[in-house]
Structures are given as C-alpha cells and as structure tokens.
C-alpha cells in the first residue's frame, strides 16, 4: 500500500482562523531578554500528486498560491516532474504545501487515500472570488456555508480526491 505522509495543519490553520491572535504571558525584562528553547513548528503538509501541471493548475492557477521553489531529489533521472513547494507568499515562515511527484520506475502508481490524513485546510480573503477562480479554470466549486458561529467555509476535493477546506478570513 502507498503510504502518504504528511504534516498536520491543525495549528497552523487554528492561527490563521484567529488571524494568529495568542495572548502572550507577561514576561520581566530580565526573563524577556534571557534566552529563550527553541521551539519546533508545523511548516506545512507534503501530499502525492498524480500530474503535477494538473494539480498546480487547481492549487496555484485557480486558488492563488505562488510557487516557492521545485527541486528533485539528488540523481532522479527524471526532472520534468519536480517536487514542488506551494505557499500564499507571505514570507518564508508562511506555512507551505508540497506536491510530491511519482517517480518509480513502472510509472505514476495511482493515489492511495487510507485512514489518517483528513484534509489540507487553507485561508482564503474571498471564498466568492475563489469559487468563481475554481469555475473559471474547469474545477468544481464548492458550496459556501457557515459552520462554528461566524465561520464560513467551503469543501473542495483537488485532482488526486483529496480534500481541501478553505476557510475565509
């Protein structure tokens, strides 16, 4: 069985549905400037794609994220496929989507979904403008709707059948 992994989104999205607003604890001046551990971060997600132009076209075309880099794995013979680094442009601490290419020796192999990986969630300003992109660019779009008070979302499934929540905020 294929497997995918691929990173949580939890807390990232959880920022950005709160527009990253976190309370802080009140520190003194002297524990302010002590050094502080260093502390781990969810950078993003990393999941397999069947046809790469396909799935930048859904992700990058109609949904508006830029590409932030591509690269392939040192020795692949085959770079027409690179894997690929997705974000809002935000900046480099912008929390990233990959896109994973196939490269066995016997062809793409199709996508596997199993039990564990629930969904990418992203924030978009306009879920309006996004469905209309989606439309415009041969996607299905998703139905608008509220959900946990002043939320309000749309579920979308990319090319490969996963699930995208996107969030307006």
Request: glycine content about 10%; proline content about 6%; overall charge neutral.
């Amino acid at each position: 069985m294929h497997h995918i992994l691929a990173a949580s989104l939890c807390g990232a999205a959880a920022a950005a549905w709160l527009g990253g607003a976190v309370e802080a604890q009140a520190q003194t001046p002297a524990a302010a400037s002590a050094a502080a551990p260093k502390r781990g971060a969810v950078i993003g997600a990393a999941v397999h794609v069947s046809d790469l132009q396909r799935s930048l076209k859904f992700y990058r075309d109609a949904l508006g994220m830029r590409v932030m880099a591509q690269f392939s794995p040192p020795g692949a013979a085959d770079k027409s496929r690179p894997d690929t680094v997705l974000n809002f442009g935000n900046g480099p601490a912008d929390t990233m989507l990959m896109l994973l290419s196939d490269r066995s020796a016997s062809g793409t192999r199709p996508i596997e979904h199993g039990f564990g990986f629930a969904r990418v969630v992203l924030r978009l300003p306009d879920l309006q403008a996004a469905n209309a992109s989606l439309r415009a660019n041969g996607f299905p779009a998703g139905e608008i709707k509220g959900a946990h008070g002043t939320v309000t979302l749309m579920m979308l499934t990319d090319p490969d059948g996963y699930t995208v929540e996107v969030i307006q905020g």
